[in-house]
């Protein structure tokens, strides 16, 4: 019986991880959970897990009701709470689906506390990737991703992970694939949220129309299997069958295919990739059933080349894209600044910042407080 502390609750992740938990209840068990301002979610979650011992809620003023309403349970507020739930739980997983930055410092916690932990927050690589990897190479804890594309990339490099050409991610192409950049000048956030093949939360979805998300994949993808970046590339896989190839030397290629649905490589993560899977081995991209492909224009997505950048120059940088997309993405779901605004934001934090090499933890909470204020200095100026 694993045990388990899952972060993020009440997301879409963290919804389809208690769904899948829920299905294997002989293998898993829910030690603690947390949830950001859904709070209205516990209740239900409470009823499927009566072994809860601990729960963290983003909003302090409420703890004092939850705390009357579930005396035989230990509360937390706030982004201190996310570690004192990883401490206390005694959980032997953590499930990390948080959103953003504040998802890094709890990858850190529970990879010191020697957990293993089941990684869905991307941010925690883009920002902190060099930190987390130091750890892993102390023997610290154990990580294991979530994310689709990276799941099927370790699926293939399970059965092969020599004479590797390329590990190929595959993109959507998100909600305007079929705009051209010239289009993207008016599109909504309404638009923007409408995703072809996924059902996701708000930020990835955006995330996915301007392609950082593609950005952010090739950057998990460098620290999560220490490729090189000419060693990684991206094509469009418009209905999301394939979830990412591997090109052999050889020309063959190997890839995981069907349909689009988190829960698998949800499913893949809690057993620590120990299920039956396949993969399909192919020479000719041509000849996959129910797909096509097509090659993916950066000239088109040009915000994915920063992910060279970041894998090159790495210290700092991550946290300066991070922060600047996570701060735009928000001012352009509140109508502040236009979708393309966004990638204008990211671009000049990016060019304007002196790298950090090597920072700590400290230092990129540092660089993320500023680099927003100067994101909401920048959205200022832009509006008057
Ligand atoms: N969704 C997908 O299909 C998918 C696929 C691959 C990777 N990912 C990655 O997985 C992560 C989660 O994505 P998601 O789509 O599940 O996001 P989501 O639906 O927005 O869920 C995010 C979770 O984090 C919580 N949260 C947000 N800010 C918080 C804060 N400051 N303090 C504490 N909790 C906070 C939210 O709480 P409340 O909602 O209660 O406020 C929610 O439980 C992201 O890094 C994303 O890139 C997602």
Redesign the pocket.
């Known amino acids: 019986m694993m045990t388990v502390c899952l972060?993020?609750?009440?997301?879409?992740?963290?919804s389809q991880t208690i769904d899948v938990m829920l299905k294997n209840p002989n293998d898993f068990d829910l030690f603690a959970f947390?949830?950001?301002?859904?709070?209205r979610?516990i209740r239900g979650i409470l009823n499927h897990f009566p072994n809860v011992k601990a729960i963290c809620i983003?909003d302090k003023s409420k703890l004092s009701y939850f705390k009357k309403a579930y005396p035989n349970i230990t509360f937390f507020s706030g982004?201190e709470g996310?570690l004192e739930l990883i401490r206390v739980s005694n959980a032997q997983m953590v499930v990390n689906?948080?959103?953003?930055f504040?998802?890094l410092r709890p990858t850190i916690e529970a990879l010191e506390n020697n957990k293993i932990v089941a990684l869905?927050?991307?941010?925690s690589l883009v920002v902190g990737g060099e930190i987390i990897n130091g750890l892993l190479k102390q023997g610290k804890g154990k990580l294991v991703p979530?994310?689709?594309e990276h799941v099927a990339i370790a699926k293939c490099l399970a059965v092969q992970d020599e004479d590797i050409d390329k590990v190929i991610i595959t993109a959507s192409g998100g909600a305007f694939r079929n705009l051209s950049r010239d289009q993207l000048k008016d599109v909504t956030p309404e638009q923007a949220l409408n995703h072809p093949n996924?059902?996701?939360?708000?930020?990835?979805t955006i995330?996915s129309a301007t392609m950082v998300?593609k950005a952010?994949e090739i950057i998990e993808a460098h620290y999560l299997f220490g490729l090189p970046i000419d060693k990684i590339s991206t094509i469009l896989n418009l209905n999301s069958y394939v979830h990412s190839l591997v090109r052999y030397n050889n020309g063959t290629y190997r890839m995981e295919v069907g349909k689009p649905d988190?829960r698998k490589p949800i499913k893949y993560a809690l057993y620590q990739g120990l299920i039956n899977y396949q993969t399909v081995v192919s020479d000719d991209l041509t000849k996959i059933k129910n797909t096509t492909f097509a090659d993916f224009n950066e000239d088109r997505y040009p915000i994915v080349r920063l992910a060279k950048k970041v894998i090159l120059e790495k210290g700092s940088l991550g946290a300066v894209f991070n922060a600047a997309n996570e701060e735009a993405v928000y001012a352009f779901l509140d109508h502040k600044i236009p979708f393309l605004g966004i990638e204008e934001i990211i671009n000049q934090c990016v060019s304007e910042h002196k790298i950090i090499k090597k920072p700590n933890y400290d230092t990129l909470k540092e660089i993320d407080l500023s680099t927003r204020a100067k994101v909401r200095k920048l959205i200022e100026g832009r509006r008057n």
Do not use: P, R
């Open positions: 972060l993020g609750a009440s997301g879409s992740i963290g947390s949830v950001g301002h859904q709070t979610k983003q982004d996310l689906a948080l959103v953003g504040v998802g869905s927050n991307k941010e979530i994310d689709s996924w059902k996701m939360g708000k930020k990835i995330d998300n952010f988190m």
